[in-house]
Every structure is written in C-alpha cells, then in structure tokens.
C-alpha cells in the first residue's frame, strides 16, 4: 500500500522489452538505500517487486497485464519516473490509500498555468466516471492528487464527447513529480479511490439481488 505522495523522481536506464513482457531498470538512489529484492515500489502509480538491486538502482518485472492496462511501456532511457516505497506500518497517510493497482492509462487532455498553480484536464474512462467525484481522491502517475471538478463531456481530446476530470497542481507537486512536465496528449497512469470501488461493488450486487 501507498500514499501517493512521491518520495523520489527516478530515471528510466532501460526497458528490455519481450513477447509479452519487459524488465525496467530504474536509477533511483532514495528509494534503493534500503531496499531488497523483493520489496514493492510504486512506479508511476503501478506497484511493481524488486527482482534485482544495482549501484543505486533496481530492475523490475513488467507482465502482460501491466503492458495492457498502464503506460509503462511506453518509457523509454532518460524519462523521469515518480518513485514512492510501501507505506510502514506508523508511517502518517500524507495522501490517501493507493494500492499501486492502476485502472487504466489515460491521456492529458489541457494543461492550464495560473500564478502558482497548474491546471490539468486529464481523460476519464466512461467505466471509471462514477468512481471519480469532486473533492474526492485520484492518483495520477501515482501523485495523490484532489479532484476539483468532473464533467461528462467537453474534453479537448478527439473525442470532444469525452468525459473529464480537473486538478489543480501546486508548486511542490509541479517541482517534485513528473506532472510538472506533463502535456496535452501524454498518456499517464489513473488509479480511482478504492472506496469508491467498493461502494460501486457493493451497490451493483445490491442491484442484481433486487433484480432476482
């Protein structure tokens, strides 16, 4: 478990890429100062195991299903990475719960500056839309992040129908994260609150009994 809040930006050394897999090699000296193989690392908001430690450094495993669902395989030698270790038992919960499951990969639609602050409109899937709520929780690349407005369309993405959600960026997230270089058409990696995933579960299986 997570709290989105980023302790490190790591850089991409390589990505092997194979069938249908791929190992991520990650220079990260914070993250690496006390860590095994076999610890979990939150990287761009998908909880990934140690395989092997290097000089300041650690190598990942990346299946199918984390090539499908995210957009890690999409790095490439020298991108930046948000880095953040398991949460410790005691450790303050800065953010919110982030399981490093993410939901899907989705696109940066607008990126708005104001006087000290941003403004991003990022994509929302239409089967993730009920599961975002404004004031509520996302993470974005793995930064816990409040939402401040969602809408059901309107988006600046090719598909103008697309629904959307806002949050505003603050100094320390823009010099501390990758989203302060984030732009229009980048894809970034969406996890929704999992209370709000539980509470959709538990509604729609409500539903279906009421239905039988």
Not at 81 to 104: F, S
Not at 111 to 134: C, F, I, Y
């Amino acid at each position: 478990m997570f709290t989105g809040i980023i302790e490190e930006l790591g850089r991409v050394i390589r990505l092997d890429t194979r069938a249908e897999s791929a190992r991520l090699t990650v220079a990260a000296p914070t993250v690496t100062a006390d860590a095994r193989e076999g610890d979990s690392v939150c990287v761009n908001g998908c909880c990934l195991t140690v395989a092997e430690l290097h000089d300041g450094a650690f190598t990942a495993d990346l299946m199918a299903e984390t090539l499908t669902r995210t957009a890690l395989g999409m790095l490439a030698p020298g991108d930046r990475v948000n880095l953040e270790r398991a949460l410790r038992m005691g450790d303050r919960l800065g953010g919110h719960v982030v399981q490093g499951h993410v939901d899907a990969a989705t696109e940066v639609l607008e990126r708005r500056h104001g006087e000290n602050w941003d403004l991003l409109r990022v994509g929302l899937p239409q089967d993730l839309a009920r599961a975002v709520a404004a004031k509520g929780s996302v993470a974005v690349d793995g930064v816990s992040l409040t939402v401040v407005g969602v809408s059901a369309g309107g988006g600046r993405g090719p598909d103008r129908d697309e629904p959307f959600f806002s949050v505003s960026l603050i100094p320390e997230t823009l010099r501390r994260t990758t989203l302060g270089i984030r732009m229009p058409g980048d894809r970034v990696n969406l996890e929704v609150d999992v209370m709000a995933k539980y509470v959709e579960r538990l509604l729609a299986a409500d539903s279906h009994l009421e239905e039988e």
